[in-house]
């Protein structure tokens, strides 16, 4: 059986990995995740060298990178370095339609290939007291943008446009082309997850 890494501590990517696959390790990547000027190149260059990085600890595996950034058209947002961070976040994106990224990757022996999608975000209008509740519970930390889509009961995303999953962390529909095309066998994701039913990137 074919032994496939997932390079990243995220539950999140965790949780949706295990729409496409019953069995797989995980080995978070110590990659820095430094941006440049471009966000897309930086999301798909970031999941290839943690693709990278892994798969040079653990031969013979296919390994998965992936990387997702938050961008408008002034800046880019990864994760919060704080709670004053994560409000400034907010601040300056609340109410706004803005852009999301996420770049995967796929490393196996004689194998490798990255790609991205974009998703459409607007972000809802929340009061400062209602942002300051949120940060204060902790979920948005680990997050870029300092958001989670899955928060509904925060109220976080008022419209998307695009591949949710590709929000949440890792585009399903994009990764299982990567992985079959390495010799993975992927279920498909909408048989977990509802919402890849509809999703844009499905083929």
Excluded at 89 to 102: C, D, E, I
Aim: proline share 5%; with cysteine; hydrophobic share 45%.
């Amino acid at each position: 059986m074919t032994r496939v890494v997932l390079a990243s501590a995220s539950p999140r990517r965790r949780e949706l990995l295990a729409a496409l696959l019953d069995d797989f390790e995980v080995a978070p990547s110590g990659v820095e995740e430094a941006f440049g000027a471009d966000p897309v190149a930086d999301a798909e260059s970031l999941a290839l060298a943690k693709a990278r990085d892994i798969a040079n600890t653990h031969p013979g595996a296919v390994v998965i990178g992936s990387d997702t950034i938050v961008f408008d058209g002034d800046r880019a947002y990864g994760k919060p370095e704080d709670a004053n961070d994560a409000l400034a976040m907010w601040r300056a994106l609340r109410g706004r339609t803005h852009r999301v990224v996420t770049g995967v990757a796929v490393v196996a022996p004689g194998y490798e290939a990255a790609g991205h999608t974009i998703s459409q975000v607007e972000l809802a209008d929340l009061a400062d007291a209602a942002v300051r509740a949120y940060v204060a519970s902790g979920r948005p930390m680990d997050k870029a943008g300092a958001y989670a889509i899955q928060d509904t009961d925060a109220g976080t995303v008022t419209r998307l446009e695009g591949c949710y999953c590709s929000v949440m962390g890792l585009p399903l529909w994009q990764l299982r082309t990567l992985l079959e095309a390495a010799g993975v066998s992927c279920a498909e994701p909408d048989g977990i997850r509802s919402e890849c039913a509809a999703c844009p990137g499905r083929p």
